[in-house]
């Protein structure tokens, strides 16, 4: 697949932070990018040079070969073909539906296009967007999901090579975000777009991105599928903050992990080499299971401290000496608050 954006050893200071560290990342014509970190790792930093609203200090913005920015040149963003989508979405009171879309078409790249065309244009956003019987509508007689719905027909109208998003969801309700994720995605289809869309939701991030990028510190952890991200960590943070990993101490012999503190062993399943370097063993919540105490049966030992129903699972906190363990079990097991418990780990579990 042919490139589309490039990213080369990216680094932006602000005074003495470094919110920006090194980053280099290439991103393929049409993919789907998910920038998935928690607040203050940079993602807004890096989405704002893509834009063209700050310049990196060193590296290297390019696309389609064409150079964004190099730390001494920059292209002006209305000569970067991008379509933007923020947290809030900064619509015009006065201006109804249609003309939110239509706005992008008037600027000056875009005097050329022929009037039938902008109207096609037009048309075809509102219509993907399912905006079309709101078209007279002004911001105030819309509800949140169809203001963030003009928002997306407003960036997608003028056709652009990238999209960026930034946290476009974020103001919205639970339900209407699960149904804006697949919105999202249906336009992502039909237009083929490159898309880089920066969250702190890694539930947001696995279910639409054909790859996820994960930062902490400016830096990035891992690049890679959703499933990869999520099956194969390969630090202690993605194990963490993704697959919500529990990280168990102890020490590696060859390919057997002596757990701390318990007379127990696992044997090594798919652990990337991170953690056998670090003696830790990441285990993810449903790779656990609990039974009732029982001193018989070689497990780690722990008390129940927090339950949460969720439906079809239940999730449990079980203290167990110094560590926390969270475990996810079926919604029929009923084990109480107070109990005590041992975990042993499920053999099919892959880390
Ligand atoms: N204009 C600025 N001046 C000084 N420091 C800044 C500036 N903009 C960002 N920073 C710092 O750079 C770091 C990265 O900020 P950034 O906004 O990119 O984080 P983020 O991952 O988008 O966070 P959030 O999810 O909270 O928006 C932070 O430490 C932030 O305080």
Redesign the pocket.
Known sequence: MEMSLIINNLT?E??K?R??DNISVEINNGEFIAIL????????????IIAGFLEPTNGVVKMDGRIYSDGEASLPIEDRNLGMVFQSFALWPHMNVREHIEFPLKSKRNKAVAEDIKKDLVNKAMESTGLKKLAYRLPGELSGGQRQRVALARAIVSKPDILLM??PLSSLDAELKVNMRKEIQDIHRMTGTTIVY?T?DQSEALAMADRVII?KD?KIEQIGTPEEIYEKPKTEFAAVFVSKCNIIKGEWKDDIFYLRNYDVTYKRCDVDRYFIEKNLYPIRPEGLEIIKFNSKVKGIQGTIINKQYNGREIHYTVQCKEDNYIVYTEANKCIELGEKVTLIKKEETIN
Do not use: N, Q
């Not at 970190?37 to 704002?48: I, V």
């Open positions: 932006k602000f005074g932070t919110a920006l970190g928690p607040s203050g790792c940079g993602k807004t930093t890096l989405l704002r930034d946290e920066v702190h930062m400016g």
